[in-house]
């Protein structure tokens, strides 16, 4: 079978590409398709610590390139036993040590296996960058509603049509509703006219992500966080389902109403 | 021709009223004789008290250019004969100009004349015959270390100008001229004989050649300004200092010139494949570029025709055609083009468009444009939301002003932004061609 590779990039650090990487790994193989996450960034690896298998990693992504192990020894099987697995970065290594041409010929030889080959990019333009969108056959690009992160992704989707990966659809993600309708932070459309691409979803700002990520367990395994929702709408987008984009307002209850009255402000994040 | 000097002061003279074909046969055959005295290296050549048009300058530069290694930078002559070509006004041309416009017989039947140069110190009397090694003439230093004093600009309130082939004997009055030490007579009926011929579009041709970097000023295009009273947007006097190309930016000519054959260049190696599905060349475009054209034959397309190939955007020639752009320029990304650039998407924080003729986008221009990069200050640039932080309209830059962000109901709409009075002003479009007498100034 032929999978999908697909690079989740921003350009900007920090903006939850390693959380968007593992909760839509995650997502895909509740699903039921075969996955496989690869965490590129070499050096400063990440994607074993959110996804709680730090302490499982034998062999890395650079001894399977080097060719120190076989694929299937370097990859890492999921704690909940979904058809998920992880190739974790190296460590001790830089991101000099692989070439575009070796992760282009890995995700090939990935998909012969797996539906979904998802690869977590570093933050940059650099050659972790350039290594990490060597196999890609789609890109998903994350952003914050923040006038930096969209213009390293601009500078960014320009790099990506360069490289012939036309159309990366976008994820928006810490959306802080309250902001965005008082009218501090950026809305879609605002990031759609300066960005033109399309929007794969929007993630809320939220708490529970936070918990959940310092636990080392996908935020989509929560039932009661509203992230987790976006991300599970966000997979069924990806799959091919189409799913309305809901309003993120929270909630509002009878004491958030007298809060209203009263003037007394709500903390900026959502709860579930 | 006579050769004086050693070493980095040489100095050739030529007959000062030779005609034009025999000076330029007389340096060549002097540069081919003597090719393994120059090496390389810029020279700035005297053209003393003699007025010449631009294609002969083009000329004695090309050829000296050519026979030898060095590099012709600028054009000079003393100053008083500028202020006096400008200011004076009295019919009588002096011989030695009328060689150039009028016919080689008159040259060739005219009496050895005493010359003086105002700066000579030799006083007209003592001259007796004229013998050529004492004059100005055309003298090509090597090396000179003056480099040339900065020329005035040319007042613009020209006084009427008599009859292009005046009935005045010219011979008659030369020793009544001869006497007198500012002797340099405004060359007018030669000039306008020339001058009338060229296409009007020299006018505009002058004005930005003071602002390139490497402007020849030669007296040629001060005359044209004179056939031209008035001068259109140039409103005040200004004195440019002469600049000299330095070899970085004569290698800079060359690699723009290889990058720019495609028109575009993105700010990582972009694969072929993608630029050119980024680039439309001609035919779709061509009614844009020629409605542009056709309207504005005095001014756009003249200033385009009249600027030299050497001092376009790195040397390149000015294309007629407008490159059409259909994607959105992202951050990072670069379009530099010799020619109008047109842009049907937005241009991005972060991408750079620099083009020699205006600059049109058709969304929101929110990165730097350059228009007239070549020197060109009629270019334009025209966005339908501009809210570029810095602007640049051939030498002039302006910022963007502290204003708030307007929220989208209370947008400028489009906006065209042009130079007046050497500031960048933007204003809501009214037309191409509109006269645009408000607007607010572009400054930060």
Redesign the interface.
Known sequence: MTGKTIVITSGKGGVGKTTATANIGTGLAMRGHNVVVIDTDIGLRNLDVVMGLENRIVYDLVDIIEGRCKLHQGMIRDKHKFDLYLIPAAQTRDKNCVDPDQMRDLCRKLEEEFDYVIVDCPAGIEQGFKNAIAGARDAILITTPEVAAIRDADRVIGLLEAAELHRPKLIINRVITSMVKRGDMMDKDDIVELLGVDVLGMVPADDRLITATNQGIPVIHDAKAPSGAAFSRIVARIDGEEVLMPDLEPKTGILDKVREIMGIRRDAYTHA | MQVSGRGTNVNFTIDDRAPFEAVIAGVEECLVKNRHLFSRGSITVNVGRRIMSREQLTQIKQILEAESGLTVAQFWCSPEILEETLSDISPEPPPELLDEGLDQDTAANSPDLPESRPDSGIPPAQLGLARPDLDGGEEPDEARDSPGQTLPWPTPDFPNLPDPISSIPPFAEKEELADTENEALPPEDSRDAESQSAPEAEASGGSPALMEPAAEISPESVGDLRAQPSLGTIEEPTIEPIVEPSLLELALVGLEQSIAEGGLE??????P??LESRLEAASPKADLKEAGQGADASTDAGAGASISPHHETGGLNRQNEALLIK??C????VVRYPGDVVIL??V???AEIIADGDILVWGSLRGLAHAGAGGDIQATIIALNLESPRIQIGPYIGMAPKAKKHSNSNRPGPTLALVRRQHIFVAPFKGRFAGYSGGTIYDG
């Open positions: 993105s700010g990582q190696d972009g694969s494949a993608s994607t959105t992202r951050s990072g990304e998407a937005d991005n924080p972060g």
